[in-house]
């Protein structure tokens, strides 16, 4: 496999690539909080393979204070006891939800989100799983590569 990009994703289609930016920023906002919001996204792109996407989301949790053994035990949080009960819920439904159509499981992990969620949350991490998997599908596909020096404010 090739490990240069196949085309010049961030400088190309402006606007559509504004309107993904503008959906990420919108769920970092939301009543989750960006630290649930980026542990979503680590998890996901872990499963996903995305390397530009692990980066950047482990990267942007070490700026917010993580400890980086709650982060790196993140693969296993199931078995790690750095989460909470609700980032456990959320990062069961994201798996949950990652894992469609290939699989559905959600039943079980929807019972235990909406123990900890709102419905209101429950639709914006919809909306985070989304995008990260979007983000995720994209540069996956068109073989993106982790920046040697990360662009200035990711």
Not at 28 to 34: D, I, P, R, T
Not at 68 to 84: D, K, M, T, V
Not at 96 to 119: K, Y
Not at 124 to 142: C, H, P, Q
Request: proline share 5%.
């Amino acid at each position: 496999m090739s490990h240069s990009a196949r085309i010049p994703f961030f400088q190309l289609a402006p606007a559509n690539l504004k309107a993904m930016i503008n959906l990420s920023g919108s769920v970092k906002q939301s009543s989750l909080g960006a630290r649930l919001v980026e542990l979503v996204n680590l998890r996901v792109s872990q499963i996903n393979g995305c390397g530009v996407c692990v980066d950047m989301h482990w990267r942007d949790l070490v700026k917010q204070g993580a400890d980086q053994r709650h982060l790196n035990s993140i693969a296993g949080w199931r078995e790690s006891p750095f989460f909470s009960t609700r980032e456990r819920a959320a990062l069961g439904w994201a798996e949950a939800v990652n894992a469609l159509p290939q699989r559905d499981d959600t039943d079980t992990a929807f019972a235990e989100l909406s123990q900890h969620f709102s419905e209101n949350e429950i639709a914006e991490l919809g909306y985070a799983i989304s995008v990260i998997k979007g983000w995720n599908l994209l540069n996956l596909s068109l073989r993106n590569q982790i920046p040697e020096v990360p662009a200035p404010g990711f």
